[in-house]
Each structure stands twice: as structure tokens, then as C-alpha cells.
């Protein structure tokens, strides 16, 4: 085990605010943890960084206790990409010299990260001038240059705009694979994860609600709410909870025998020009799908097919939330 | 902290010259004839004298206290009593001049044609205004007694008004409000040329103001300088001294100030002064001028040194009380620097409990007065600049492996102008405060006399054009400060 934490508590004025009774984030793997905003995926990156003292437990690397003060096996990009006063390159430089990489071996491993992250044009420009995605592209360069055996992502691709943030989401994988080791990546965003990721970690409400490899919990999700924050729909049908996962729904007039088939109610058609989306109620869930061809009129009611539907325990949360 | 800074001024305290404080009234020192001595006296046994100037009753109050060495004061009635109580002994007559009456040259209460001094204090209270003194000092002891002579009582006259300050702002306010008042001559004659005010009453015998030197009873002080004292004393006495007495303020006002009256000790040929110094500070500005940037720089330099870290910590740190600790900083930066003074002078005086240090009255005292006015100031500030930096900064050098002291020099790099604006607002309150440098330095000529001190000094003398120039004086050196420091602020903003 390279990361692992026990048993921690984390406090903020009194109040528990994450509860992580075990948590192993294996060398060499990149794990996204997810889920909506609030739920202490920030607080469980800092106790993991060593940046706040937990009220309990204890994270180790390598079976010693992180350290709390001086240098450490890590490299943390936060959410805000803050600088010190002076260019890109001495912002690089800085956390070279910190960690006493000799001068030499700093040149160059700030060329490699410039170049690999596209960030040669700006070396010198002073920090303080860049626009919200260059910061945040130097921010994540920053920690990566520093070849950590952990690296800490906090919403690494938060505050870019949309053609730079796919860019980068393209790049990360690779970049990853060429400067880090194990990676921790904190995301809200569903697509984000399960891109960077091999492994998941799904936070609600400062609990961890499932942790494991990105292909057993899509397989098979561990309950209602993990499901749903993976972009399955949740349904009832036949008695008992199914998750259906994204891009499952199909509209159908002659549905294969033994498929489940549900009954939509259209209460509204989307075009997007190239393709109609129909939106519905399913059983009660709200319910968005994909139509070719010419969609019926709201108010008519049309079969759907679930395909790859898994059932799931019901977690005890309502089934059928409002639509976000 | 406060050991590094006691083991600071201790390091910092000049080598062990010998030294004695003398509580003397302010018209002795208005009048400039101690300018003249002192140097003198020091010249002749290497002896340095610090001159406190007060009102001959708070003069008396720090003999009693253990406080002074020595002192040169004109109340007779009053001195004796503390003779009586042991507290002065080895009392020497040096010299005199004389009270006058001086009052509006229109003289509405006809004061300088009455028959005698008491008619003519009868009609100043029947007619006339008078501004008393107020303070305790000499004078205002003398001006009771000529009241009870007369048999009159104070609090019955109409238009009698206390000012609480010195002669010379005491002449001015009389002049202003056309009222009569009770003066030393040497004091009256360093106004003059401001004053509409003429002299009306004068030449009765009891108007003598006469001055008596002491030192204090080395059997009740024993820690107590007295050789120096002594030497002091016996040195106004030396009939080269009372040439010198006799012929001071010639120069300036075209008659002497005093009349020596001392018996020598011992027989001996006076030999006439050489050039006795008059007028001015008393002291060469550029000297005033360094000694100033010296103090108020050395105070600003160790309350950056305290004060950075301190407010570097109370913006990073979370930890009960924090609040009114901040608040309690944010009351300092508007601490008066009198009240600051006087606590210092209350710790360091010789009766207080560090005493014993002997730092009372030197510059390493102003420097602390200074140090307590000026770290609020640098505390608030730097707090504000660093609460102002994004919360992530110290968590990303934290997290990059810097050390605790590397994360507090590069937060400190990242506020500098905050730090530089720290400087300026420090360095610009200890510079132009006086409070403090008065009662715990002293104004001590060519020692602990800084650019504020000085301009009181001749402002009580009567020179107000001099005091006008040293104002210019501070007002350029602060702007040279300013100017420095705001373009070394500028080029990284």
C-alpha cells in the first residue's frame, strides 16, 4: 500500500465534518475522489497532505506516519491556483529549491515540465498576469514538475474554459503517467473522474459511501446513491430497485423477449438539431433519452427499453429526486 | 522576547561614564546658563550631567523619590522643609536674579504706581488679570507667598487663571489675554521681543529669586551618584564658574541674567570664561539630526524585528482570545506616546523596579519608548497585509516542504509593501513623537535632545524662528525617509 488511511476524523469547530475508517490508495494508480460539492473531498485531501491535523486516525505512506511539518512525499495542487510574486519559471523553481533538488537538475526539470504542459511561452511572464486557465495549467504543472511519489489534484481542471478544459482533459492522463506516481484527483464532476481515474472513491455528506476500482463499481453499484452519482437512473420496476446505466434508455417499439420495458410519459421534446432528446416520467423519475427520427408530441406515452439494467439496494434516500 | 530586548539595551548601553541627573526648574533651563555649564563641567572631570528640567516642587518630588542626584532650585521656603526631612543636604547658594511684575503696557489695574509690592498685587486683584503659573514650580511658589503676604487670598481673586505650563507659554498667554503676571527676569528677557507685555513691579527685596544647589543625602540614597553630585555642586561654586554665572546672557540680551553669590570653597584666582555658549538648541543640529534618525531608526528596526513575527502569527494562527488580542494591537497603533513615556520612565526610573539598570534618561530608553509606541503599529499592519494574502499560500509552501521559518520570509516577501508601508507608519510616529523622548530621555543636551525635544527647548526659550527651522528640519528628514522607502515600495508594486 502506498497511501492509507485509519480510522480518521476530521473536526471543524467541534463538528465531525469526514469520518474515513479505511482508505488505500495504491502506488502507481490514480483514484478520483467524487462526489457533490461540500462533502469534504478538499478536507480529505489536506488530512491526506498532512495540512490539517485530524481530531483521529492517522494517514501513512509506506507504513510512517505523514509528516505534519517540513518536506514530504508530495505534490498538492490546490483549487486555487495561488503564486508567489515573480514569473512562471521562478514559481516552478520554488518548489524545486524547496525540496533541495540541486540547481542544475532544476533547469531541466522545469524545461520537461514546460514542455510536456504547454507552458514554454509563459516561463517568463510574472505569474500575477495570467488568464484563470494558464494559472490553473501552471498550477498543475507546478506539482507535476516536482515528480512527488503522491500528487494531490484539487479540481485540477476548475476555472478553465470549456475548449481548455477538454484540452486538458485529453492531456492529463498522460502527463500523469509521465510525472506521477500515485495520484489522488478530487472532482465534483462525474465525466472528470471516470476519465482521470482508475480507481474511485465516492464521497457524500463527509462519509465514504464506495471505494474501489472504476470498473467493478460501474459493473456494479453498491447502492442507490453511489449509482446515481455515476450517472446511473434509478428505477423501480417489478418491485424492487434497478440502476440503469448512462446511455441504457432506448425508445423501442419492439423490444427484444425478457428485456424490461417501462412506459414514459413525453413531457417535453429538446432538439438539439442533430439528435431529439425526450423529456419524461418514468414510474415517476424524471427521465431524459435520445429519439431518432421524428418524436412524438408531448403527452403521448412510448416504451422504452432499459438495457444493462443491475439491481441495486435501495439506500434509503427518496427514489425519485427532483431533476437538478 | 522581552529577554532579547532587555539583553538588547543592556548590550547597547553606553560604557559606565560617570554620570549624575540634576532636577533643576524650568527657568534655570530656559534661560540656557545650564548649556553653558554643563559642557563645561564635563570638559573639566569627564562627568556628564543630565539635566531634567521640571517644576522646582517636581524637582524636590524626585530628589525625595531617589530619582536625581542633585538639584538647582529657587523656593527657599520650600527646600528647607526637605532639608528638614533629610531628604537634601550640602545646600550651596549659587546665584540670583529677580521676579518682576509684567503685565499690559496700558496697565489698567495703575499696578507700577502703587506705593508697594503688596499695594500694587491689591490692585492687580481688585482691577486687573493675572495667569499664574499653575505648576508647582518656583515661581508659582513665589507668587503664593507674595499673595499671603499681602493677605490675600487666592481663590478670591476674580480673574486669576492657571495655566500648568512653563514660564515662557505662561508669558505668552498672559500677553494674549492683556493679563499681569509673575515672571523670572532671564525668562522674561528671552520673550521679550514677543511680548506686548513691559515690566511694572520690580526691585522689592522679596522679589529675589534666589538658587540654591543641593545634593541629595547620600546617607537616605545610598545608590545615589554622589561623588558626582558633590563635584557638581562644589563646581557652581568655583569662582571660575561664577565669572562665568556673571557674565551669562550678555551676549544675547545686552545685561546678565544672574548674579553669582557663592562663597568659594577655596581661595583662588577666577579666571575669565572662554566664549560661554548661547542660544540655539544648544546643540549642533546635524548631531540633533543623526541622533534622531540613530534613536527613531534603531526603535523602528527592533519593532520590525518583533513585530513581523508576532503579526505574521496572529494572522496565521486560530487560538482563543485571538480577537482581543487583535484588538488590543489595534488600540496600541493609537497608544499616546506620553502615557507610553510615562510608563517606561515608571519602569526604568531608579526607584522603579529596573532601576538598577541605570537606563533612565539615556537613548537606549527612548529607544524602548519608541519600540513600545511603534510595535502596534508594525503588528497591525503586517496582520492586515498577510490576512489580505490568499489563505492557500502558507498552505502551499507548507505542502512544497517549506520550513516554518522559510514559510514566514517568503509570506514576508510576498507583503513587502505591506511591510514597507509598516515602516514608513512606525518610523513616522516614533520620529515626530515627544512625549515619550521627553520623559524618559530627558532633553538632554547633546545626549538625548532629538529634533521634537529640541524644538520644545527653544520654544520655551523664546525662539521661535529656530524652532520653526527644526520643524523644516524633522518635516525633510521624514520626507526623505518617505521618499525612499515609497520608491523601494513602488518599484516591486
Known sequence: MNVAVRDLTVARSGRVVLRVPRLDFVSGTTTAVFGPNGAGKTTLLRAIAGLDQPATGEVTFHGAPMPRSGRRPIAYAFQAAVFVRGSVRYNLDLGLTLQEVPAAARAARIAAAARECGLEPLLERPAAQLSGGEAQRVNVARALAL?????????????????????LLD????????????????????????????????LVDGRVLAAGSKRALCAEPPDADTARLLG???????????????????????????????????????????????????????????????????????????DGAVPIIFSGRPLNPEPR | ?????????????????????????????????????VP????????????????????????E??????????????????VDRGVLTDGRLIMHNDFIIAGPAADPAGAAHAPSLDAALHAIAARGRFVSRGDGSGTESKELELWKAAGIDTAAVAHRERTGQGMGATLLIADQHGAYTLTDRGTYLAFRARLHLVPLVAGDPRLRNIYHAYTVNPARYPRAHHREAAAFVHFLTEPATQVLIGGFGRERFGEPLFTPDAVP????????????????????????????????????????????????????????????????????????????????????????PLGALGLIYTRQAMILAQFVIATPVVVGVTSAAIQ??????????????????????????????????AVMAAFGAVVSEVGASMIVGGNLQGDTRVLTTAIVTVTGRGELGVAMALGLVLLGLTFAVNAFLTVAQQRHA
Not at chain 2, 523619590?65 to 526637605?82: C, I, Q, S
Request: charged residues 15%.
Open chain 2, 40 to 63: 563645561r563641567f564635563r570638559r573639566e572631570t569627564g562627568i556628564a550631567v543630565k539635566v531634567i528640567a521640571v517644576g522646582t516642587g517636581a524637582a524636590l518630588d524626585m530628589a
Open chain 2, 65 to 82: 523619590r531617589g530619582n536625581a542626584d542633585a538639584v538647582l532650585v529657587h523656593a527657599p521656603p520650600t527646600e528647607r522643609v526637605y
Open chain 1, 232 to 306: 446511473f437512473t434509478v428505477i423501480e420496476h417489478g418491485g424492487r430497485c434497478w440502476a440503469v446505466p448512462p446511455g441504457g434508455f432506448r425508445v423501442t417499439d419492439a423490444p427484444a423477449p425478457g428485456a424490461m420495458t417501462l412506459q414514459l410519459a413525453v413531457e417535453r421534446v429538446l432538439d438539439l438539431g442533430s439528435r431529439r432528446h425526450l423529456v419524461g416520467r418514468l414510474n415517476g423519475v424524471a427521465l431524459d433519452v435520445v429519439v431518432a427520427g421524428q418524436p412524438p408530441v408531448p403527452g403521448a406515452v412510448v416504451t422504452v427499453a432499459a
Open chain 2, 388 to 421: 489580505a494574502l490568499p489563505p492557500e499560500l502558507p498552505d502551499l509552501l507548507t505542502t512544497l516542504g517549506a520550513s516554518r521559518l522559510r514559510t514566514m520570509w517568503l509570506i514576508s516577501r510576498e507583503v513587502r509593501i505591506g511591510l514597507l508601508a
Open chain 1, 147 to 167: 515528480e512527488a511519489p503522491v500528487t494531490l489534484l484539487d479540481e485540477p481542471l476548475a476555472g478553465i474554459d470549456r475548449a481548455g478544459r477538454g484540452q
Open chain 1, 171 to 202: 492531456e492529463l492522463p498522460g502527463l500523469l503517467e509521465r510525472f506521477a506516481t500515485t495520484t489522488i484527483v478530487v472532482t465534483h464532476d462525474r465525466d472528470e473522474a471516470l476519465r482521470l481515474a482508475d480507481h474511485l472513491v465516492v
Open chain 2, 265 to 352: 570653597d577655596s581661595a583662588g584666582a577666577a579666571t575669565p570664561p572662554s566664549g560661554p555658549g548661547s542660544g540655539g538648541a544648544g546643540d549642533d543640529v546635524r548631531a540633533v539630526v543623526l541622533r534622531t534618525l540613530l534613536i527613531s531608526g534603531l526603535a523602528t528596526l527592533a519593532a520590525m524585528l518583533a513585530g513581523v513575527p508576532l503579526g505574521y502569527l496572529l494572522a496565521r494562527r486560530r487560538f482563543p482570545g485571538r480577537t482581543l488580542v487583535l484588538t488590543v494591537v489595534n488600540t496600541g497603533m493609537g497608544l499616546p506616546p506620553v502615557v507610553v513615556g510615562l510608563a517606561v520612565w515608571l519602569l526604568l526610573v531608579r526607584s522603579g
Open chain 2, 1 to 37: 522576547m522581552a529577554a532579547l530586548l532587555l539583553f538588547l539595551l543592556a548590550a547597547c548601553r553606553a560604557a559606565d561614564a560617570p554620570t549624575l541627573i540634576l532636577a533643576t526648574t524650568t527657568s534655570a533651563q530656559d534661560s540656557g546658563i545650564l548649556d553653558s555649564l
